[in-house]
């Protein structure tokens, strides 16, 4: 009991040297960010404490529009998820979707087991077993546990992209003003991103280059794929 608050006690205090270091740094940062928000991205992710979307990006506060869940399961009837990409989209105008699953995702291994995991989390993840089902022969193949992990979270971002890409208010973006669709997985051991090339693969968009800069860094996407660049 007395470590854990030990850890939200430092949590806070954390809190107050990173924004007295921001402050310090940049003086308008928080004014700037307490004035409005117009994120280029919206990133749907992990709920996993590793993948923290805009600090494995090297981006900064304001810069990334986030909605994570467990295994990064895009369901059409999740209003959560629904209500998030319509803001993003239609009010924000987001330029990128990102759909971002990584290695090691435990929900994607609990997937591949045949056992109850208990409470609500074997309803949330019924459509993980469904893409279970559906490639059950492939993934069985995949003797290494981590790699047959690795498959289903490819998977899983597959079909998630599908049902991003039958969303109409993706799609109308799409074809109104040239939105992305992204489908990446994070590698956790490494650190890095791979682009699986799914998506809009770069849809009406004219295949120039278009650089969604942070602080510290800077994503180029090029024909619909993005690579990082460290400034
Ligand atoms: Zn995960």
Redesign the pocket.
């Known amino acids: 009991m007395a470590q854990q608050q030990d850890t939200f006690l430092y949590a806070l205090s954390s809190n107050n040297a990173w924004a007295g270091y921001k402050a310090h740094q940049n003086p308008s940062f928080f004014p700037k960010l307490a004035a409005g928000q117009s994120p280029q991205i919206l990133w749907l992710g992990?709920?996993?404490s590793r993948?923290p979307e805009t600090t494995i990006l090297g981006l900064q506060p304001g810069d990334v529009f986030v909605h994570r869940n467990?295994?990064?399961i895009i369901s059409p009837t999740d209003i959560n998820t629904s209500a998030v990409i319509e803001y993003a989209v239609v009010h924000l105008k987001v330029k990128h979707v990102v759909l971002c699953?990584?290695t090691?995702?435990?929900?994607?291994v609990a997937s591949l087991g045949d056992s109850r995991v208990g409470g609500v989390l074997d309803t949330w993840l019924t459509p993980l077993k469904a893409v279970r089902a559906a490639h059950r022969e492939e993934l069985d193949g995949i003797k290494d546990d981590a790699a047959r992990a690795v498959r289903i979270?490819e998977l899983n971002v597959d079909a998630g992209v599908k049902v991003l890409l039958a969303n109409f208010t993706i799609t109308e973006a799409i074809q109104d003003r040239g939105l992305q669709v992204h489908g990446v997985i994070f590698d956790i051991a490494s650190g890095r991103i791979k682009d699986l090339g799914l998506g809009t693969k770069g849809g009406n968009w004219s295949g120039g280059e278009d650089v969604v800069r942070g602080k510290h860094a800077q994503i180029v996407f090029r024909g619909g794929k993005g690579e990082m660049a460290v400034k």
């Open positions: 992990c709920s996993d993948c467990i295994a990064n699953g990584h090691a995702c435990g929900g994607a979270a």
